[in-house]
């Protein structure tokens, strides 16, 4: 099944309120990346936390990323109307020496002004 | 430095023509994988190159798709006798090893 499995679908907020986002995974990683997607854009890197690593900040977001029950959250705070995107969780591991970005079904966040 | 230069961004092709898809990744970056995200889903490994070889192609379909990475010029992942079902947004990623991915725009395949 897929790996990186993202929840909620989707989610539909206040401007100013903090948005959580969940991912769920399924083997062993490298790390967790999480990327933004705009309407009919590419993929924006937001933020890499590996798996040594429990929590990582960088501006209004935070992740952070427990391996024992292989999830991951990424939260944006005092969102604004520009946050509005599909957000994607990718693992990254080694298969047979080979490394692999899997994606998660996203979730679609509307910030309503 | 550049980013991940895909093109064509837009590309219609008619059912049974061949599609070409390109992709220059950032300077110094000698990994490409190639994606394909339907509408609404998320994104769904293709392939995985490094300089002239394939490292993991486990996402490819098994016929008409094929990939390449010369030691010189852009990747190119090419479709041969498209049907509607290929429509969908490619995208390419390059990274260093063991680092973030940075992605391209996409070329958006429209086949009709």
């Known amino acids: 099944s897929q790996q990186g499995e993202e929840d909620p679908q989707a989610l539909s907020i206040q401007e100013g309120e903090n948005a959580t986002m969940n991912c769920s995974y399924k083997?062993?990683?490298?790390?967790l990346q999480w990327y933004r997607q705009n309407s009919g854009r590419g993929l924006v890197h937001l933020i890499l936390i590996r798996s040594n690593e429990r929590e990582k900040h960088s501006g209004r977001l935070r992740v952070t990323l427990d391996t024992s029950k292989k999830s991951s959250s990424l939260l944006i705070t005092a969102s604004r109307a520009a946050d509005t995107a599909s957000y994607f969780c990718a693992t990254d591991r080694t298969i047979q020496g080979a490394q692999k970005l899997v994606f998660g079904q996203g979730t679609r966040l509307t910030i309503n002004p | 430095n550049a980013g991940v230069m895909q093109n064509p961004r837009h590309l219609v092709r008619r059912r049974g023509q061949e599609a070409r898809l390109r992709c220059s990744p950032m300077?110094?970056?000698?990994?490409v994988y190639w994606y394909r995200q339907l509408p609404e889903e998320g994104l769904k490994f293709m392939v995985y190159l490094q300089k002239e070889n394939i490292i993991d192609e486990s996402g490819m379909p098994k016929e008409r798709f094929s990939a390449e990475f010369p030691k010189e010029g852009p990747s190119i992942l090419r479709i041969q006798q498209v049907v509607r079902g290929d429509s969908a947004a490619y995208f390419c990623?390059?990274?260093?090893?063991?680092?973030?991915?940075?992605f391209g725009q996409g070329t958006r395949l429209t086949v009709v």
């Open positions: 300077k110094g970056h000698s990994h």
């Open positions: 083997t062993s990683i490298n790390n």
């Open positions: 990623a390059s990274s260093p090893m063991d680092r973030a991915a940075f």
